[in-house]
């Protein structure tokens, strides 16, 4: 009887320790988003060079696919944090900002996603390399990707643009990480706009008929 006394006790205390240390282990999630561009104040130039732009599929590994932010060492030795997530995965966000960035130029005539639906004269596509923190003798936020633009009636690549960034990060934390991926994601969006323009001004599509 006192044997079973006894087992019963370490039993309950047992379990007891493993409710405490169950409790005790869980962290609430940190959520974090970036910056929206500014949405669009001006309407598209009415001299027939505007086109209908499609953001089509960005490639990726399934760590951006997900919402946990991801870290590596310059050795490439990569993981991701359990806590601190972001809002969206990177992949979707990424998309989110450069489609904003673009309507709000006022170059185009309409700018919408493929799975939208929508039409468009061009598509432009690409694949996401690094969305990242890297640590080791500099610590900053790694942005990287490549980016061809389709035109959907020849079926050909007429253009590409590659970007390789590594924004500084001010200090070693994970708002500051944010921050800095937030800022080199504002800068690419900046110059694929701008790399858009110079490929169209030099490429000035044919005025349709309709």
Same mark, same amino acid.
């Given at each position: 009887m006192n044997r079973c006394k006894k087992f019963l006790s370490l039993a309950v205390? @047992?379990?007891? @320790?493993?409710? $405490?240390?169950?409790? #005790? @282990? $869980?962290?609430?999630?940190k959520y974090y988003a970036l910056t929206p561009p500014p949405g669009s104040t001006v309407s598209y130039p009415q001299d027939g060079a505007a086109v209908s732009l499609l953001l089509g599929p960005m490639m990726t590994s399934h760590l951006y696919r997900e919402d946990r932010i991801v870290y590596s060492s310059e050795h490439e030795? *990569? %993981?991701?944090?359990?806590?601190?997530?972001? $809002?969206?995965?990177?992949?979707? *966000?990424m998309q989110?900002? /450069? /489609?904003?960035?673009?309507?709000?130029?006022?170059?185009?005539?309409?700018?919408?996603? /493929?799975?939208? %639906? @929508?039409? #468009?004269e061009?598509?432009?596509r690409g694949r996401l390399y690094d969305f990242k923190e890297v640590t080791g003798k500099t610590f900053v936020g790694r942005l990287s990707f490549d980016l061809e633009l389709h035109d959907t009636k020849t079926n050909e690549t007429v253009w590409t643009f590659t970007y390789n960034y590594d924004e500084p990060v001010t200090e070693k934390n994970i708002g500051s990480v944010v921050a800095a991926l937030d800022r080199n994601v504002q800068r690419a969006a900046g110059e694929v706009a701008g790399a858009l323009d110079q490929y169209f001004s030099s490429h000035p599509p044919a005025k349709s008929n309709d």
């Amino acid at each position: 009887m006192n044997r079973c006394k006894k087992f019963l006790s370490l039993a309950v205390l @047992a379990g007891t @320790a493993s409710i $405490a240390i169950s409790c #005790g @282990a $869980a962290r609430p999630s940190k959520y974090y988003a970036l910056t929206p561009p500014p949405g669009s104040t001006v309407s598209y130039p009415q001299d027939g060079a505007a086109v209908s732009l499609l953001l089509g599929p960005m490639m990726t590994s399934h760590l951006y696919r997900e919402d946990r932010i991801v870290y590596s060492s310059e050795h490439e030795q *990569m %993981g991701t944090y359990e806590t601190e997530r972001w $809002a969206e995965p990177p992949i979707e *966000m990424m998309q989110s900002v /450069l /489609l904003r960035k673009l309507r709000s130029s006022g170059h185009y005539r309409n700018v919408n996603t /493929l799975r939208s %639906g @929508a039409h #468009g004269e061009y598509m432009l596509r690409g694949r996401l390399y690094d969305f990242k923190e890297v640590t080791g003798k500099t610590f900053v936020g790694r942005l990287s990707f490549d980016l061809e633009l389709h035109d959907t009636k020849t079926n050909e690549t007429v253009w590409t643009f590659t970007y390789n960034y590594d924004e500084p990060v001010t200090e070693k934390n994970i708002g500051s990480v944010v921050a800095a991926l937030d800022r080199n994601v504002q800068r690419a969006a900046g110059e694929v706009a701008g790399a858009l323009d110079q490929y169209f001004s030099s490429h000035p599509p044919a005025k349709s008929n309709d």
